[in-house]
């Protein structure tokens, strides 16, 4: 599986962003799909999942604020980001893997990762 993210940019605090990650392969539907993101000086974390048939798991800093979805059509997991915040400024990866899990190890593909500043 390839992943490749997008969709990242600058936006001011209060602001909204919708990333992408398009996936190649026939076998998109069967992957967990997961969110996770590294700012400067920080250890990756774990944002955002979802199943393959469209369970969810949040980090509770993004609960309320973003949202995780799919289209199993297009290959394509989406991750709405609104009422960002300065702290939610990293670099944002997306990854596929065998479980909904919350844990890094156990996503097997990664995409390349996509910037995301939010400024105050």
């Known amino acids: 599986v390839q992943l490749q993210a997008s969709g990242g940019g600058l936006v001011q605090a209060g602001g909204s962003l919708r990333l992408s990650c398009a996936a190649s392969?026939?076998?998109?539907?069967?992957?967990?799909m997961g969110w996770f993101r590294q700012a400067p000086g920080k250890e990756r974390e774990f944002v955002a999942a979802i199943s393959g048939s469209g369970y969810r798991l949040y980090q509770d800093f993004v609960k309320g604020r973003f949202t995780i979805s799919r289209d199993n059509a297009k290959n394509t997991v989406y991750l709405q980001m609104n009422s960002l915040k300065p702290e939610d400024t990293a670099v944002y990866y997306c990854?596929?893997?065998?479980?909904?899990?919350?844990?890094?190890?156990?996503?097997?593909?990664w995409g390349q990762g996509t910037q995301v500043t939010v400024s105050s």
């Open positions: 990854a596929a893997g065998q479980v909904l899990v919350r844990s890094i190890s156990s996503y097997d593909y």
């Open positions: 392969g026939r076998t998109f539907s069967s992957y967990a």
